[in-house]
């Protein structure tokens, strides 16, 4: 992948994709932990873990197989299946060849490593070269394999697709990047079919920027997954707001669930040129809107491309972490939940409320959308409520039952979430 200027729009942005180490190789330098920036809870409150303690027990008696095995395919409702057990994937891309050309092997495996010790289970990663790196690119899936982590290959070569479709690491291909700016529709399905004539057990995946206008429905039931490209945080005078997420992630759903298609968010995680990287409470907003939403995966854009690293920028590490538990938790309700959204009253209008009704008990996001201004917010739960118990210790809590609404007020791009009973 390579990255372009940025460009603001009144929506959303897209991005244009972008042997064994020798024991010569010089040394990477071993990247610093730093604090991320904290999403602003002073005026709300914290949940404990005393609060949450029961709440997270039953999800984490829900919990799904960490490292599934097997084929590879699209439940009809847009869920992933690996080995018929449903997964979500999240994690990252990794423009490998953007390393030092010295420590490119190095490099890729040890940030497959920094992935998956933040609790992500997906990456989707380049070859260095459909041949030549073959042997490289075996060791890294190995590797990946050790670490339950899955890899989209974005290579849908002959030799590359007979080489690596029985690993168990595979996920699967991405044919194409950006395809409805790059490529035409009957493009996309010519590679879907080829890929899927190699390899009818892994998936095609490709992504592209949907936008207000435009969904691009033509693109969709020619690959098994799309990933939706939203990348708002650009340099200072940039025109895009962070509300951008919600409405074209909930394009990318629709879409993908009238052709089956597993809907994944492309999410920011770093910084355009003359732009800074996101917030903590930036990165958490994008990502809960996207789940909001209805996406069944989210590939954060990126852990290494030929301007950013973060190996090296450190600053989104704990809030990366946090966001990797929680949803590993939520997982199980994310997927195989009834996700309803409920109507929402406040004094600006801006925030957004789901609920998710599995196995018996129900749980609600309730999102402030607003970048700046406070919201004061109604929902009203249906089939009543009597108990409202915080999800996550550590996340801002401000809201209550009154009379079976749940009321209160959020501060600016908050994300809050509850078990309700």
């Known amino acids: 992948m390579q990255k372009f200027a940025p460009l603001a729009c009144a929506l959303t942005l897209f991005l244009a994709a972008c042997s064994a180490p020798q024991p010569t ?18 005026a709300e409150g914290v949940a404990t873990e005393q609060e949450t303690a ?14 599934p095995v097997g084929a590879a395919s699209v439940r009809p409702d847009g869920t992933l299946l690996v080995g018929e057990a449903p997964m979500f994937p999240m994690g990252f891309y990794h423009v490998s060849w953007a390393a030092e050309r010295s420590v490119q092997v190095q490099k890729r495996l040890r940030d497959m490593h920094a992935v998956a010790d933040l609790g992500f289970n997906t990456m989707n990663v380049t070859m260095f070269d459909p041949e030549a790196d073959l042997q490289q690119f075996g060791q890294l899936l190995d590797a990946a394999h050790g670490r339950g982590m899955k890899l989209f290959v974005e290579d849908f070569g002959d030799v590359s697709i007979n080489t690596f479709k029985t ?17 035409t529709p009957e493009e996309l399905e010519r590679r879907h079919l080829a890929t899927k004539a190699l390899d009818p057990h892994h998936l095609t995946y490709t992504s592209m920027a949907i936008s207000y206008s435009n969904s691009h429905p033509e693109f969709f039931g020619r690959a098994d997954a799309v990933g939706n490209q939203s990348y708002p945080v650009g340099p200072a005078g940039y025109g895009d707001s962070l509300t951008v997420v919600y409405p074209v992630m909930q394009r990318l759903v629709a879409e993908s669930a009238r052709t089956g298609t597993l809907p994944i968010a492309n999410l920011q995680s770093f910084r355009w040129p003359g732009g800074r990287y996101p917030t903590a409470t930036e990165l958490n907003s994008m990502t809960n809107q996207a789940l909001g939403a209805g996406v069944k995966g989210i590939l954060y854009y990126t852990y290494l491309d030929n301007a950013n690293d973060l190996a090296t920028y450190t600053g989104l590490r704990t809030e990366l972490k946090k966001l990797a538990a929680e949803i590993k938790l939520l997982a199980p ?11 929402l009253t406040g004094n600006l209008g801006e925030a957004r409320a789901t609920l998710w009704t599995h196995g018996g008990r129900r749980y609600l996001q309730v999102l402030s959308l607003n ?11 249906p089939g009543g409520a009597t108990t409202l118990t915080p ?19 959020l501060t600016p791009l908050t994300a809050q979430w509850y078990e309700v009973r």
């Open 391 to 409: 999800l996550f210790a550590g996340r801002a809590k401000s809201l209550t039952l009154k009379a079976g609404a749940v009321t209160g007020s």
């Open 371 to 381: 970048e700046t201004q406070r919201q004061s917010v109604k929902v009203t739960v």
């Open 54 to 67: 029961a709440a997270t027990a039953a999800l984490e008696a829900l919990s799904l197989n960490p490292a």
């Open 25 to 42: 190789s010089p040394a990477l330098p071993a990247p610093q932990d730093t604090p991320a920036p904290q999403t602003d809870v002073a």
């Open 333 to 343: 309700v994310l997927l195989n939940g009834q996700r309803q959204t409920l109507a």
């Open 167 to 183: 690993h168990p690491a595979t996920l699967g291909w991405m044919i194409a990047d950006d395809c409805n700016a790059r490529i």
